[in-house]
C-alpha cells in the first residue's frame, strides 16, 4: 500500500548549489582576517548570486521581511474587535426594544414608563449593561434575538482564543453542540490532570480523540502534540489580556460570565489554563504587545495575532544565528512558509542546503582547537579560481601572450596531455589536431573542409624539467597593508602563486616569508588566515635573511626572489637577534638590508619589486634597490598585482635573468599605466 503526501521540497529541477561562488566570497573573508566559520555566515546572511544569475535571498534578507511582517500586524490592528461587536450588538438590541416599546398600542403606560427608564438608566460600561440586562423581559423578540447573539459571540470568541476555527464552527450552534463542547472541556481537563499526576496512558489520549478529535484539526499524534499545540494557543491568549488596557482586560472578564449564558465555560476554559500553564511553564504567559491600528480584532482572531507574532519573533531568532552552534537547519520551514509565503521557505531552505553542502564538500575543516579552519581541497579551489582570474588578466592584452619559449622546462617523455594556464611545453600538435576533428564531427559537421581549434582541443608534450626554481616570496604583513586595503589583494597573490607551482610547476620549490616588525616563514594556510595587527615596523632585512638562508638550502635550484611591499624598511634585526626600529628609516636599517639584497644577488637570485603605493620616498628606495640586485621594478594597480607576480615568475623561468617571455607585461611602465 502506498501513501502520497504533500511535496514539502524546493524545485525539483533546479540546478544544484554553486558552491565556487560561495567558497570564493568566503575566501575573500578569510584573507580580510574573519574565521572561516564567521566568513560561512556572512556569506549566507548576504545569499550572493544564484546559478542563473539572479541574486539569491539570503538570511538578512528574511529577517527584514521577517521584521517588516510584525510591523504591519501591530500597526493594522487593535484589540478592541469584540468589544465593539458586543457593543454594536446591545446598541442594535436597545434601539429595537425602544421602538417596540414607542409603538406597542396595548402596553400599560407605567409599565412603557418603567421599560423605557431600564434602558435610560444602563450603566456606560459596556459589560455592566449586558449584565444588567441578563434579566430583562424583552418585549421585542428583534431585541432579543441581538442580545442572545450576545451571549453566543462571547462563547465562541472564548472559545476560538484556545482552539482554533471554533468561531467558524460553532455559528448557529444548538443548545447540543453547546452540550458537546462542555463535554470536551470536561474530558479535557481531567485527562490534563491525569496527566500532570503522570496516571495517564496511551489508550486515554486514543480514547480523547476518539470522542472529540474534530475539535483538534491539528491531528496531534500523542499527548505532548496535544499539550504543545494548546499550550501556545493558551498563552497568546493570555499575551492578548496583557496587551489590553486595564479597563477593556476588566469589561472583558466581566463579560466572559455571560459566555452562552452561563459561567461553566469560563470556569472550565480557566481550569484548562491552570492546567497547561503547570505542565509548559516554558511558555510566554507575562508578555504583551502595543497595538497602534484601527482593525479591531476579536478574541480569536487576536489570539492568531498574538500567536503569528510568537512566530515572527522566533524566526528572528533563528535567522538572527546569534546563538552558539545555531544553523540554517534550526529555521522552521513551516512557520516560515505560514508568515512569508512558501517562496521564502524554499529560500530558506536553499540556504541550509548551501550551508549543509559546504560543511559536507570537505572544504571546511575542524581544527585540534575547535575553530574551522579552509581545508587544503578549499585552498586548491581558491587557488585555481584566482588563477583563472590571473589568466583572464594576463590574456586580455592581446598579441603578447605568444612570446614563451616552447620546450624551455625539458626533454618530452613521449606523453602528452590538457593544456592549461601557464603550461610552457610544446604543442602535441598530432593529438591538439585529432581533438578537433573528433570534437567537430561529434557536433554533426564535417573535417572534410578543415577544422578550427579551441582551447579544449590543444594538448601539450609532457617534458622532464632540466632545472628548477627556488621561489622566495616576501610579502609585507605590516598594518599599512591593511590599512590601505592591500591586506587582500596580497594574499590573493601569494595563493595563485602558490597553486601556480604546486600543480603545473611540481619540481619549482615556494617558500612564503611575511614581514611585518619580524619575518617568519610560513605555510600558505596560515597566511591566508593571518589577521593584521597593530604593530611597527618592516622588516626587509630579517625576510632576506631567511630567503637567502632558503636558497642556500637549494644550490641546485634557480632562486627567484619575489618582493611584495607598500613601504621602505624601518627595522632590522641586530646581532643578538634583537629587533632595531626607528623612523624614519635609519641609514644602518637601509645598509644592513642593502647588504642582504647583495647576498642574494651573489647567490644568483632574479629578484623583482612589487611596489603598492605613491609615495615617492619608496619609490626612490625600491628603484635603487632593484638596480643594484640587477632586478625590475614593477608598480602595478592592486587589481593586476596577481598576474604581475605571476608574470614575473614564468619570466624568470625563462632563459637568461632579464627575458621576458610575456613581451614585458612586468615591466614597470605597463604596471604604473
Do not use: C
Not at 418603567?114 to 459589560?127: E, G, H, I, K, N
Not at 605568444?402 to 622546462?409: H, K, N, P, T
Not at 621561489?471 to 594574499?491: C, E, I, N, Q, Y
Amino acid at each position: 500500500m502506498s501513501r502520497y503526501i504533500r511535496y514539502s521540497g524546493g524545485d525539483p529541477l533546479a540546478p544544484p548549489v554553486d558552491l565556487g561562488e560561495a567558497l570564493d566570497a568566503i575566501g575573500h573573508d578569510v584573507m580580510a582576517g574573519w574565521s572561516p566559520e564567521r566568513a560561512m555566515r556572512e556569506f549566507l546572511r548576504r545569499g550572493g548570486q544564484g546559478r542563473d544569475g539572479r541574486p539569491r535571498t539570503g538570511l538578512d534578507d528574511l529577517a527584514r521581511r521577517v521584521a517588516q511582517r510584525r510591523r504591519e500586524l501591530l500597526d493594522r490592528h487593535s484589540l478592541d474587535g469584540t468589544l465593539q461587536q458586543v457593543r454594536e450588538l446591545l446598541d442594535r438590541a436597545v434601539l429595537a426594544e425602544r421602538k417596540q416599546l414607542a409603538r406597542d398600542p396595548m402596553m400599560d403606560e407605567g409599565d412603557r414608563a418603567f421599560r423605557q427608564l431600564q434602558l435610560d438608566d444602563l450603566p456606560a460600561a459596556t459589560s455592566a449593561a449586558v449584565e444588567e440586562l441578563s434579566s430583562y423581559d424583552w418585549r421585542s423578540s428583534g431585541a432579543q434575538e441581538a442580545y442572545d447573539r450576545i451571549k453566543d459571540l462571547l462563547g465562541r470568541e472564548l472559545l476560538d482564543q484556545r482552539f482554533a476555527g471554533m468561531k467558524q464552527a460553532l455559528e448557529n450552534a444548538t443548545d447540543e453542540d453547546r452540550e458537546r463542547i462542555g463535554e470536551m472541556l470536561r474530558d479535557l481537563n481531567e485527562l490534563l490532570e491525569k496527566h500532570r499526576r503522570g496516571e495517564d496512558t496511551r489508550e486515554d489520549f486514543e480514547d480523547f480523540m476518539a470522542r472529540h478529535g474534530e475539535f483538534f484539526p491539528e491531528q496531534p499524534q500523542d499527548i505532548e502534540d496535544l499539550l504543545d499545540t494548546l499550550a501556545q494557543r493558551s498563552a497568546a491568549a493570555q499575551r492578548m489580556l496583557n496587551s489590553m488596557s486595564p479597563e477593556q482586560r476588566d469589561e472583558l472578564m466581566q463579560l466572559s460570565q455571560q459566555a452562552f449564558g452561563s459561567a461553566e465555560l469560563m470556569d472550565q476554559l480557566t481550569r484548562m489554563e491552570a492546567n497547561l500553564r503547570s505542565l509548559r511553564p516554558g511558555e510566554d504567559w507575562q508578555g504583551s504587545e502595543r497595538f497602534g491600528g484601527e482593525e479591531g480584532l476579536g478574541l480569536g482572531e487576536g489570539t492568531g495575532v498574538l500567536a503569528d507574532l510568537a512566530d515572527l519573533d522566533n524566526l528572528a531568532d533563528q535567522l538572527a544565528q546569534s546563538r552558539e552552534g545555531s544553523r540554517p537547519d534550526d529555521i522552521d520551514l513551516d512557520a516560515l512558509a505560514r508568515q512569508l509565503g512558501a517562496e521564502a521557505a524554499v529560500d530558506a531552505r536553499a540556504l541550509a542546503e548551501l550551508e549543509r553542502a559546504l560543511r559536507d564538500s570537505g572544504y571546511l575543516k575542524r581544527a585540534p582547537e575547535g575553530d574551522l579552519r579552509l581545508s587544503p581541497r578549499a585552498m586548491r579551489q581558491l587557488g585555481r579560481q584566482l588563477l583563472k582570474d590571473v589568466a583572464t588578466r594576463l590574456a586580455a592584452r592581446a598579441g603578447q601572450r605568444d612570446a614563451r619559449r616552447a620546450g624551455q622546462l625539458g626533454e618530452p617523455t613521449g606523453a602528452s596531455r590538457s593544456w592549461e594556464f601557464g603550461d610552457t611545453e610544446p604543442w602535441a600538435a598530432t593529438r591538439t589536431v585529432t581533438n578537433a576533428v573528433l570534437r567537430t564531427v561529434a557536433a554533426g559537421g564535417s573535417a572534410a573542409g578543415g577544422v578550427s581549434i579551441s582551447l579544449d582541443d590543444i594538448e601539450v608534450t609532457e617534458t622532464e624539467a632540466r632545472t628548477r626554481a627556488a621561489v622566495a616570496l616576501l610579502v609585507d604583513t605590516s598594518f599599512s597593508m591593511a590599512m590601505d586595503g592591500r591586506w587582500v589583494p596580497m594574499k590573493r597573490t601569494a595563493l595563485a602563486l602558490h597553486h601556480l607551482v604546486r600543480t603545473r610547476f611540481r619540481g619549482d620549490l615556494l617558500q612564503v616569508i611575511g614581514f611585518g616588525r619580524v619575518a617568519r616563514v610560513m605555510d600558505i594556510e596560515e597566511l591566508i588566515g593571518l589577521d593584521s595587527q597593530w604593530e611597527k615596523g618592516t622588516n626587509l632585512h630579517h625576510a632576506l635573511l631567511l630567503a637567502n638562508r632558503y636558497f642556500r638550502k637549494h644550490p641546485d635550484a634557480q632562486p627567484v626572489l619575489l618582493i611584495v611591499t607598500d613601504g621602505e624598511p624601518t627595522s632590522h634585526l641586530e646581532a643578538d637577534g634583537e629587533v632595531w626600529f626607528d623612523y624614519p628609516p635609519h641609514p644602518l636599517t637601509i645598509a644592513r638590508t642593502v647588504q642582504e639584497l647583495d647576498a642574494s644577488r651573489r647567490l644568483g637570485a632574479q629578484t623583482t619589486f612589487f611596489r603598492l603605493g605613491d609615495d615617492p620616498g619608496l619609490a626612490r628606495f625600491v628603484d635603487s634597490m632593484a638596480r643594484r640586485a640587477d632586478g625590475r621594478t614593477v608598480a602595478p594597480e592592486l587589481d593586476d598585482l596577481g598576474a604581475a607576480v605571476v608574470g614575473s615568475y614564468l619570466g624568470s623561468r625563462s632563459r637568461g635573468p632579464r627575458r621576458d617571455p610575456y613581451g614585458g607585461w612586468a615591466d614597470r611602465g605597463f604596471w604604473a599605466d
